[in-house]
């Protein structure tokens, strides 16, 4: 049995495969591997180990539908035809929970360093403007006792709920499909249509999948119920907001700030006016890279393909 890997996982991945006696290809070169070259090596494999593997559509499993299963390094599966797989019979296996804390702990460092012009405050020194210190100047707000919107309040956003109700007392709003009954308990999260979270939030924090209902949720119509004085923070997916529409609301001052950990397409150019702008701040999708983080995504991961590849159920499946 035989896994290809499309590129280099943490250490402790390769000690479990030997260990279960499972022989392996790692992708290891630079540039990474396109559609055509993965579905190649992935003939010559039993199963598939994908970090972010670009289309993986119903073409890509109708050409490896000998694949015993794939073992997804995310907990995102937004970019793969999860339908086609599972006809083909294909389980997919993705990395649930292990990233909840690192992408929280993300959405939180994009919060602080826009509500206090951390960026900011940074080019300020390095373009020698560091001056005498005015007591009116340069000021931010506090994220204590102000109100925080979570939309989807899903495993990371209620890891969010918790950091933000219980470290700095922040009254949670929270716009889900469903109700949260565990989170309205612990954190007093209020759920409230997404027209009062835009209106009464200080801090808007998405942290929903990517689907037909999500795509492009916020454009200028949202941005401009939200409060002039609001921070819009995306760490979910690139894709939930439209860019020109967030770019327009951040020049015109419709909103205060934005914080970006993921962006529509991936990677941004090094030309985008958000890297310019001083109340916006990218981060390169870089929610769940954490050291331990990243090794429990791939103990998932290398978990679901022994698993599929001796043809049990595998421990963390995104088919139905
Ligand atoms: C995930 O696991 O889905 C993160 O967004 C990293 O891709």
Redesign the pocket.
Known sequence: MKVFINKIIPERGYRMLEEAGIAYTVWKEKPILDRGQAIQFCKGHDAFLSA?QSGMDADFFDQCRHLKVVAL?????DGVDIAAATKMGIPIG??PNV?NKA?AETALLLMLTVARRALYHHRRIKKGAWGIAKPTEGLGFDLAGKTLGIVGLGRIGAELAKICSRSWGMNILYYNRGRNDAAEKAYGARRVSLETLLQESDVVSVHTALTDETREMFGLEQFKQMKSSAIFINT??GGVHKEADLIKALDQKIIWGAGLD?TNPEPMQPDNPLLDMDNAVVFP?I??ATRETRDE?TRCAVENIIAGLKGEQIPYPVNP
């Open positions: 972010g390094h995310s907990v995102g599966f993705n990395t990233l992408t979910a997916r993921v999708h929610g769940s995504m």
